[in-house]
């Protein structure tokens, strides 16, 4: 036989009748058959017995007039003189009231002890449900989420409807749903009550001191400082408060109601950590921008302001050769003012690139015009000083045949090559070659800037595309002018743009490799043209 | 008599600046620091007593975009509408699309700032040719370096032997070589070529400016003459005559 301590309520209505009037009956069909066979304090013990055993199921209301019953029955069937409710004095009135009384304290310590177990029974279920509730909100980044959860735990809970009314952002300042995820039917006096329920952050109804006329009660989710939802929960019997039950939902909602607070904390702290890294990025990109812009002002200045001082004592040829400078180095500026204002374009969420089909050949060709004629120019600028090498020579471009067109901003992948092939051009020693390559590679076009020069050290490698690393501090030497800062940064992004990557390759016999590999997209269809 | 230009700038120091480089070329200088400014000199500037010339006061406009009173697009609508007065668009801020929009609403050139004195000068002759300022017929003779094409015979040499253009090659060429010097926008070449129904078929021109480019230039990666400008069109330098 299961204990009966341990059983279900819902069975045990019926059982509890049933069970203990049956071990009444059996208990008087033995009396009724040891009846001769034993005296009457025996008798009595078989009546004790079965009050005892009837006691560990009668509902509490059954339990005392039961046994009192019982012995009243006892009374009239055996105590002498039978058939009546006469009780002599004496020994048989001390055995009766005896009989009732050890009953009535049997059925006391047995409702006692089932009460109890209730309660443990309960306590138990009600930590159960807490715990799971806590474990799925504790490792939840969106405790919302788990709103559903908390719904179908209070409603098995009180066994009636129950809606909630959870809180996304910060409190809106008019009840705006749309801030809200609400779960459950609820009429518009139930939203109302939810809503002044969330901003009091204090329940409401039956027992709770604040409106307990309700029919329902209003629970605050609440953090430790205001409340992050509601719920309302119809009670099965309305108006009717029970503490513990209360206490438990409470409990419940409490939970939900920190696991927002946390996530809302740790909003603001990635907020802040955001914020505060890109204050240092911004501050450290100003740094390396305005280090940039300094180097060529300062020529211009040096170049302008020897020009303006000491006019005539200059020969014709210095003075052509200052002006050539100025020419020059505002030229790169006006490049670093592009690239700088490019990355900041490119870094803005939702960029919108003007994209077409464009042919890589003609690409390559604008980056080789516009630097011969650069490279020109700085010859030019420089007076007789031929270099070594023809810079017209040093700059070469392998296209494979038969490319495929490439969906990409034209003006933005020229502005990438340019950047990659002056600064090979820069870093590389003035006679080695640089290369521009374009082949195709399976599903993909590789646009390759590629030169002879120092490399760059493997630590660097990433390094360089970031906007305020510059390869020419490390070095030493004065000649390598700083600049590529901007550059590279703007370089990866447009490369990124376009949904392709860069990489920097070093090359077998020296010297490095910029990698740009973009997507191969298949090109409308060629119409035949009249 | 000299060329008379209009410099619409609102910056006093590229005004100066420009002022007087274009004087040093020869140029008579007319300055306007904003777009009133700029509409009044167009209205009720005259032509210096005992000229006789007809049309507009003066024979070109530079024109800055950024103005204090308003953008300078709608100045280039104004002039667009009166007179046929070549207009050169100078601005920092150009994109792809305001470049394209500006020719196509009749802008004869554009620069971005910074830009340098020669650079102005050279636009501004192609852009004075092509308005016919120095009374030329239509252009149907165009010849640079070893490339001569006869737009009236049909005939295109490289180095003095023949080249064989498809139809759609020469018609393409064609365009080209009567704007030459000028950045034709890929709208306007696909529009004139193939129809006004294809001007977002970009692709065609790449591929027949491959094949032009295949036959005419020496060395097809590195053309010389047949210009690519990225995002906004194709441009055939000056003939040699300019």
């Known amino acids: 036989m299961a204990s009966p301590l341990a059983t279900d309520t819902r069975p ?25 066979r034993l005296d009457l304090s025996n008798l009595a013990m078989v009546l004790v017995l079965a009050s005892a055993l009837a006691s560990l199921w009668w509902p509490p209301w059954a339990s005392l007039p039961s046994s009192a019953l019982a012995v009243l029955a006892f009374n009239w069937l055996y ?55 806590g474990e799925a ?67 409401m109804g039956p027992g709770t001191t604040r409106h307990d006329e309700l029919d329902a009660w209003y629970l605050p989710l609440r953090g430790r400082k205001a409340a992050f939802g509601a719920a309302v929960l119809h009670l099965p019997h309305p108006g009717r408060d029970d503490p513990a039950l209360r206490a438990h939902a409470q409990a419940l909602c409490d939970q939900m109601g920190l696991a927002l607070q946390r996530r809302q904390a740790a909003d603001a702290e990635r907020q802040t950590r955001d914020q505060a890294h890109l204050h240092a990025v911004r501050n450290a990109m100003l740094a390396a921008i305005s280090h940039d812009y300094r180097t060529p002002l300062a020529t211009i200045l040096g170049a302008a302001s020897s020009l303006h001082d000491q006019d005539e ?72 000083a031929a270099p070594p090498l023809d810079p017209s020579h040093r700059l070469r471009a392998r296209l494979e045949p038969d490319l495929p067109l490439l969906h990409c901003d034209a003006l933005l992948l020229t502005q990438m090559l340019d950047n990659l092939v002056d600064n090979a051009l820069k870093y590389a020693p003035a006679e080695t070659p640089v290369e521009i390559l374009v082949r195709r590679e399976r599903d993909q076009v590789l646009l390759a800037v590629r030169d002879r020069g120092p490399g760059v050290p493997p ?7 970031e906007v305020f690393q510059r390869g020419a501090e490390r070095q030493p030497d004065p000649q390598q002018r700083a600049g590529a800062g901007v550059g590279l940064a703007v370089c990866r992004a447009i490369a990124r743009a376009h949904g392709g990557e860069l990489r920097l390759r070093p090359r077998g016999h020296g010297g490095c490799a910029f990698e740009c590999r973009l997507p191969v997209e298949s090109p409308p269809p060629m119409e035949p043209p009249r | 008599m000299s060329l008379r230009v209009l410099l619409v700038e609102d910056d006093r120091e590229l005004r ?41 006061p003066v024979d070109l406009v530079i024109l800055d975009l950024g103005l204090p009173d308003g953008d300078g697009e709608t ?25 394209i929009r500006l020719l196509d609403a009749g802008a004869d050139d554009y620069l971005v700032k910074p830009f340098s004195v020669g650079e102005l000068l050279a636009r501004m002759r192609v852009a004075l040719r092509h308005r016919g300022t120095r009374v030329t017929p239509s252009v149907t003779q165009y010849v640079s370096g070893p490339l001569a094409v006869d737009l009236s015979a049909h005939r295109v040499s490289l180095d003095g032997s023949a080249c064989h253009l498809t ?46 480019r295949a036959k005419l230039e020496r060395d097809p990666a590195e053309p010389q003459r047949l210009l690519t400008e990225p995002g906004v069109g194709y441009r055939l330098i000056e003939g040699d005559d300019g």
């Not at chain 1, 939810?194 to 952050?201: N, S």
């Not at chain 1, 630097?371 to 020109?376: C, H, K, S």
């Open chain 2, 75 to 99: 100045l280039l609508a104004t002039l667009r509408r009166r007179h046929a007065l070549p207009v050169l668009v100078i601005s920092a801020r150009l994109g792809d699309g305001q470049k």
């Open chain 1, 79 to 133: 105590v002498p003189p039978r058939g009546t409710l006469h009780v002599e004095l004496g020994q048989h009135a001390v055995l009766l009231a005896a009989m009732l009384l050890v009953n009535w304290i049997i059925g006391g310590l047995m409702l006692r002890l089932r009460t109890r177990a209730e309660q443990a029974r309960r306590h138990l279920h009600d930590a159960e449900q807490l715990q799971t509730l």
């Open chain 1, 137 to 203: 909100l504790r490792d939840a980044t969106d405790p919302v989420a788990h709103a559903g959860t908390l719904h179908a735990a209070l409603a098995e809970l009180v066994e009636g409807p129950v809606a909630l009314l959870v809180l996304q952002q910060e409190v809106p300042e008019t009840n705006d749903p749309h801030a809200t995820v609400c779960i459950g039917e609820t009429d518009d006096d139930a939203m109302a009550g939810l809503w002044h329920c969330l901003r009091q952050g204090r329940a």
């Open chain 2, 167 to 212: 139809p759609t090659e020469f018609k393409l060429l064609a365009r080209l070589v009567r704007s030459a010097g000028q950045v034709v926008t890929h709208r306007q070449l696909l529009a004139d070529v193939w129809g006004p129904e294809c001007t977002e078929h970009t692709h065609y021109l790449r591929l027949y400016m491959g094949q032009l």
């Open chain 1, 459 to 465: 630590a660097w490698r990433d390094r360089v595309f």
């Open chain 1, 12 to 36: 045990t209505t019926l059982r509890a009748i049933v069970v203990p009037v049956g071990v009444w009956l059996s208990a008087f069909g033995a009396m009724s058959a040891l009846d001769g």
């Open chain 2, 16 to 56: 100066g600046t420009l002022r007087e480089a274009l004087e040093v070329e020869g140029y008579e200088v007319l300055t306007a620091a904003s777009l009133c400014e700029g509409l009044a000199l167009i209205a009720h500037a005259t032509r210096p007593t005992g000229e006789a010339h007809e049309g507009p």
């Open chain 1, 313 to 384: 004592r200059l020969s014709d040829a210095q003075r052509r050769k200052l002006a050539g400078t100025i020419v020059d180095e505002t030229r790169q500026l006006a490049r670093l003012t592009d690239n700088t204002l490019q990355l900041a374009r490119l870094d803005a969420p939702g960029v919108a690139l003007s994209m077409d089909w464009e042919s890589a050949e003609e690409i390559v060709g604008t980056v080789l015009r516009r630097t011969r004629r650069r490279l020109a120019a700085a010859a030019e600028a420089n007076g007789t």
